[in-house]
């Protein structure tokens, strides 16, 4: 069975960091691109990025580039979110999600979603 499990999330103050760690177990993490994603409360769940597969190329949605990176430990068989000068904004449930080879803009794209990990930014 296919799962992806998230963590690292938490309460952090407005220019933090947080890690947050994407954990795959019964299948192999670096046959698949991994997407990012995260929902606010009452908006629709959003891209946040992604690493391809082939070349691992990574990909950001405008509102994180510069802050956020998206990197594999293909030993750990986890895709890790490092993300920096974390914003009130930043505030959601994260989420990874895999699909093929390569990265898509839109999450129907993307399968065997994990239960999501909570980051707050607040003062």
């Known amino acids: 069975q296919l799962q992806l499990v998230e963590s690292g999330g938490g309460l952090v103050q407005p220019g933090g960091s947080l890690r947050l760690s994407c954990a795959a177990s019964g299948f192999t993490l670096d046959y698949y691109a991994i997407g990012w994603f995260r929902q606010a409360p009452g908006k629709e769940r959003e891209g946040v990025g992604c690493i391809s597969r082939r070349d691992g190329s990574t990909y950001y949605v405008d509102s994180v580039k510069g802050r956020f990176t998206i990197s594999r430990a293909n030993a750990k068989n986890t895709v890790y979110l490092q993300m920096n000068s974390l914003k009130p904004e930043d505030t959601a449930v994260y989420y990874c999600?895999?699909?093929?080879?390569?990265?898509?803009?839109?999450?129907?794209?993307?399968?065997?979603w994990g239960q999501g990990t909570q980051v707050t930014v607040s003062s």
């Open positions: 999600a895999v699909r093929g080879h390569y990265c898509s803009a839109s999450r129907t794209d993307f399968a065997s």
